[in-house]
């Protein structure tokens, strides 16, 4: 997204229309994640330490009435049983929260395992589209855009309460099941082994609390959604813009209510980096430069609770604002280096050449660069709306340019108009 024409001072590149130490690089960057345990991580660590410590008297004694041959296979089938009972207890979860969300109207957009994306992905032409709810390893949007919030709300507490209560359900099904039925010895220290792994994660999941990489526990999502406070309001206002920019609706009709409520509210969050993010991306369109100042600097200082792609977005954004606004190469490199394996599409490279040669003083090239360039790679890509919302971006970067150019013309003519006419009157007196 691009920013507005040339500014009416002399020199652009000294002007900071608010105070940006981190865009600036006069202050480092923040970590990328905070030091230490959580609460809901040091409770699960802590609990974990004591239910092995519980459990080795009893794995001792299922491994002796067994096998205490360590070669035979009944021996490494009770070593790992813990082991399993943990896996079975977190794929509860997770699948709690799919059965959940698929009632509650959301649709599986992917599902990552490791490196394995099974699904499909936000397709547009600029790097700002992406999942609209990231859960675990599933990605989801809803599946009809409502406009009635406390619909969403509602959907959304649904989802939030589907992982705990498998957990939970999960939990007692398995430690009932040993009594229930005539049950082997190590089937049964399996099961409760289960049981407890998943009422475990069931509390921890319950907790409300805020990991080190910026995401809401399930209980402090529950917790926001009842309470309907200013952190609801920014989750569901974030999940809204990308549904907007997934669906090509351009950030500047965004509603400017929520997009600026949601980037004030101010905590150690991914939701405050990503507020702040689409904040930046509407005040940008809307060619509010103060404004997009502002929520850029807001959100490099919430840089440490990005995703690795988003915090590639970002950087490349700090180094085209850079160049194309403050006409500072200079800088525009340092924030191009910090895109780690520098990971950037064709269109974003396209993108941040023409920045920078405008940076660098060369106005035409950095013009017939985008027109045949840039916009040529946009209509390679896929029909879509985010392809559309991508050209009319380019072609108002490209209008913006134009004007750029022609106002430095006329203020060069008007420079030598001025040397020359001192010149003039003098040789006019000479004459007489």
């Known amino acids: ?23 600036d690089v006069f202050r480092p960057l923040p ?11 040091y409770f699960l660590l802590s609990s974990l330490i004591i239910l092995t410590l519980v459990a080795i008297p009893s794995l001792r004694a299922v491994l002796a009435k067994i096998s205490p041959d360590p070669d035979s296979v009944a021996f490494w089938i009770a070593l790992l049983a813990p082991f399993a009972a943990s896996l079975a207890a977190y794929l509860t979860h997770e699948t709690g929260h799919l059965i959940a969300g698929y009632f509650a109207g959301f649709k599986i957009m992917r599902i990552k395992i490791g490196p394995l994306n099974l699904g499909t992905h936000a397709h547009c032409g600029e790097p700002y589209c992406g999942d609209v709810l990231t859960l675990g390893l599933a990605a989801l949007k809803p599946r009809v855009n409502h406009q009635d919030d406390s619909g969403l709300r509602r959907r959304l507490l649904f989802l939030a309460l589907g992982g705990p209560s498998a957990n939970l359900l999960f939990a007692t099904a398995f430690a009932v099941a040993p009594i229930m039925m ?14 407890a792994f998943s009422g475990l994660l069931a509390i921890t999941a319950l907790l409300p609390d805020v990991n080190r990489r910026g995401n809401f526990s399930d209980g402090a999502r529950l917790l926001m959604l009842l309470k309907n406070d200013e952190k609801a309001a920014r989750w569901i206002s974030n999940m809204r813009c990308q549904i907007a920019l997934n669906q090509g609706k351009h950030p500047r009709d965004w509603d400017e209510a929520c997009v600026t409520q949601a980037a004030a509210v101010n905590d150690d969050s991914r939701d405050a980096f990503v507020a702040r993010w689409m904040a930046y991306l509407w005040a940008a369109e809307r060619q509010d430069i103060t404004c997009a100042t502002k929520h850029l600097e ?8 990005a995703t690795p792609k988003l915090r590639n977005n970002l950087f490349l954004e700090a180094a085209v604002f850079q160049a194309w606004f ?18 950037l599409t064709r269109l974003q490279k396209q993108r941040l050449d023409i920045a920078l040669l405008w940076a660098e003083g060369r106005l035409f090239d950095a013009w017939e660069k985008l027109c045949l360039g840039y916009l040529d790679l946009l209509h390679e890509l896929p029909e879509s709306p985010g392809r559309h919302l991508a050209e009319e971006s380019a072609l108002e970067w490209k209008r913006q340019m134009e004007s750029r150019m022609l106002t430095r013309a006329w203020r060069s ?20």
Not at 413 to 432: C, G, N, T
């Open 182 to 195: 005539r049950s082997g010895f190590l089937l049964s220290f399996a099961l409760r082994m289960a049981a």
């Open 1 to 23: 997204m691009e920013l507005t024409a040339e500014t009416k001072l002399s020199s652009p590149q000294h002007y900071s229309p608010t105070s940006t130490p981190v865009l």
């Open 413 to 432: 003519m008007y420079s030598i108009s001025r040397q020359i006419e001192p010149a003039a009157l003098q040789a006019a007196f000479a004459a007489q």
């Open 298 to 305: 807001g959100a490099l200082e919430s840089l440490g609770y």
């Open 31 to 41: 970590p990328q994640t905070k030091d230490g345990l959580s609460a809901g991580e």
């Open 326 to 343: 403050r006409d500072n190469p200079s800088k525009a490199l340092f924030w191009v280096y910090r895109i780690r394996n520098k990971k």
